[in-house]
């Protein structure tokens, strides 16, 4: 059984007023913002989902899927409530990543890609967060936490699971 994917009434506004941005023989402008849009009405991207992005926007759905597989920031997969999405590059190592980022897996038990039993959390390795100055970090979703130690984790993980 295939799910049904459709907008809300609230969200399709959206979507004709982000395509109202460019030209008509453009939509696929638009793309970005209503992938956005649907991983926020859904909490990830489907290839059913993509294929009504494709639908919307006139597009074949493997451009949609070019481009929603390229960036880490859509979830190909289902997800957690909280994506943590933690940077395992070279400054946020130096400063004590590793140790930081083994205590979170050891705290929510999971390992990178995973979700916690709850669903509440999702662990993902990413590249640069452009915080460097401020590592150890991580973000879920527009929210970086920076300046990370075993006691801020606990502290992030019990506010969260609340």
């Known amino acids: 059984m ?91 190592s130096t400063m004590g990543g590793e140790d930081v980022y083994d205590h979170l897996k050891q ?3 999971i390992k990178s890609n995973e979700t916690t039993s709850d669903g509440l959390f999702t662990l993902k390795e990413v590249e640069c967060l452009a915080a460097c100055g401020w590592g150890p970090c991580f973000q879920i979703r527009e929210k970086y936490y920076m300046h990370l130690d075993n006691q801020k984790i606990d502290e992030i993980i019990e506010d969260l699971s609340k």
């Not at 004709?16 to 030209?23: H, L, S, V």
């Not at 991207?45 to 899927?65: K, N, R």
């Open 2 to 92: 295939s799910e049904k994917i459709e907008f809300t009434e609230d969200r399709l506004k959206k979507v004709e007023e982000i395509i109202g941005r460019y030209p008509a023989d453009r939509k696929k402008s638009a793309l970005l913002p209503v992938l956005h849009l649907a991983q926020e009405q859904y909490g990830w991207v489907s290839s059913a989902t993509m294929d009504y992005v494709a639908g919307l926007l006139d597009l074949q759905p493997v451009e949609v899927y070019e481009v929603a597989t390229f960036y880490t920031m859509f979830h190909l997969e289902p997800v957690g409530k909280h994506v943590i999405e933690y940077c395992r590059t070279g400054p946020c």
């Open 107 to 109: 705290k929510l038990g």
